[in-house]
C-alpha cells in the first residue's frame, strides 16, 4: 500500500534521474502530483507530462530533462507564513536563490517565490533544486 503517492512520484523520477533516463511512466495519478509536475515543467526542472489510458487506469508519462539534483517531500507539511519563507529556504534548499519550494496557498499550488510576491502563506509541499 502506497502511503504518500506525492513522495512515491518524486522518488520515483529522483532515482531515473540520477540514472540518466529520459522517460518513465508512473502508476500514481492525482490532482496534486499533476500540479507539482506543472510547477516543475514551468520552472525546467522536468519536461512535458501525459496521461496515457490503459485498462485499469491513467498513468503519467514524463520525460526527463536532467536537471534535477534532489526533489522530495516535505514531511510534516510545515505552515509557512509569509514572512518564514527564508527559514525553510535555509533548511530545505543548498544556497538562496537556487532551487523552489511548492507550497499549497489559498490561491492555489505555486513556488515560494510566487508566494513571496502575493504576500500569501501557506503548506509547504515539496522541495527540488
Known amino acids: 500500500m502506497l502511503n504518500d ?3 512515491n512520484v518524486l ?5 531515473h534521474e540520477r540514472l540518466g ?10 490532482n496534486v502530483i499533476k500540479k507539482v509536475l506543472s510547477i516543475l515543467n514551468e520552472n525546467n526542472y ?4 501525459k ?7 491513467k498513468l503519467l508519462n514524463i520525460f526527463l530533462l536532467g536537471n534535477i539534483n534532489k ?7 510545515f505552515n509557512v507564513k ?3 519563507y527564508e527559514k525553510f529556504e535555509k533548511r ?9 519550494l511548492i507550497v499549497s496557498t489559498s490561491q492555489g499550488m505555486m513556488t515560494h517565490n510566487q508566494a513571496k510576491e502575493k504576500g500569501l502563506g501557506g503548506r509547504l509541499i515539496c522541495y527540488c533544486y
Open 5 to 7: 503517492p506525492l513522495a
Open 11 to 15: 522518488s520515483y523520477i529522483s532515482h
Open 21 to 30: 533516463r529520459k522517460e518513465i511512466t508512473v502508476a500514481n495519478n492525482s
Open 46 to 49: 522536468v519536461g512535458e507530462y
Open 51 to 57: 496521461e496515457i489510458e490503459d485498462g485499469k487506469g
Open 71 to 77: 526533489v522530495g517531500v516535505i514531511k510534516p507539511r
Open 82 to 84: 509569509k514572512s518564514d
Open 92 to 100: 530545505f534548499l543548498p544556497a538562496k536563490d537556487f532551487g523552489l
